[in-house]
């Protein structure tokens, strides 16, 4: 299964809304998560399931979707926000496959 | 606090061997089935191998079947990974990353180490 995240990058300034979408070669139901990396840090997850909310993470983050098409939403976008975020698909397995990523910078 | 901690990485020769560990703390290690996920230097992430709580089920990306191993010690709470044969593409930081629900092999990642590099030269 293969994860096309569009757009790759993404300048966006503080207080701004954004959309980040994956697009999965095949139907995978809702079997989607989304994961922020700050640079030099590990991943970390913040949406499973395609749109629930992983605990302890901001409620500025949503997550929609089914089959295809997916979205992650920053709501109101926080300095802590612009890092680099990537889908991953539990859906057929192995392997396991990754989005190439979406890089959110400060305009 | 929970933790994954990675060691082992470090400077092999094509061709050379090496051996990975991630030490787990803060939560009962032997209940989770863990992963390990690596990312090249300004790259994205590539799943490379699982293994389940027990340590008897375990599955590979192609890329490295038949050249790594993954394995486990629960009375330790270490995971390790074995690798074999590298080539200058398997040069990337490995993340060991814990399977966010009791037994399952395959779910979420809710808890990643900090990485360890593995750096291939001659």
């Known amino acids: 299964i293969q994860l096309t995240q569009s757009p790759s990058f993404l300048s966006a300034s503080v207080g701004d809304r954004v959309t980040i979408t994956c697009r999965a070669s095949q139907g995978i139901s809702s079997d989607l998560a989304w994961y922020q990396q700050i640079p030099g840090k590990a991943p970390t997850l913040l949406i499973y399931a395609a749109s629930t909310l992983q605990s302890g993470v901001p409620s500025r983050f949503s997550g929609s979707g089914s089959g295809t098409e997916f979205t992650l939403t920053i709501n109101s976008l926080q300095p802590e926000d612009f890092a680099t975020y990537y889908c991953?698909?539990?859906?057929?397995?192995?392997?396991?496959?990754f989005g190439q990523g979406t890089r959110l910078e400060i305009k | 606090q929970v933790h994954l901690v990675e060691s082992g990485g470090g400077v092999v020769q094509p061709g050379g061997s090496l051996r990975l560990s991630c030490e787990a703390s803060g939560f009962t290690f032997s209940d989770y089935a863990m992963h390990w996920v690596r990312q090249a230097p300004g790259k994205g992430l590539e799943w490379v191998a699982a293994i389940s709580y027990d340590g008897g089920y375990d599955y590979y990306a192609d890329s490295v079947k038949g050249r790594f191993t993954i394995s486990r010690d629960n009375s330790k709470n270490t995971l390790h990974l074995q690798m074999n044969s590298l080539t200058l593409e398997d040069a990337t930081v490995y993340y060991c990353?814990?399977?966010?629900?009791?037994?399952?092999?395959?779910?979420?990642?809710?808890?990643w180490g900090r990485g360890t590099l593995v750096t291939v030269s001659s």
């Open positions: 990353a814990r399977v966010g629900r009791y037994q399952l092999l395959y779910w979420y990642f809710d808890l």
């Open positions: 991953q698909q539990l859906h057929y397995y192995p392997p396991i496959t």
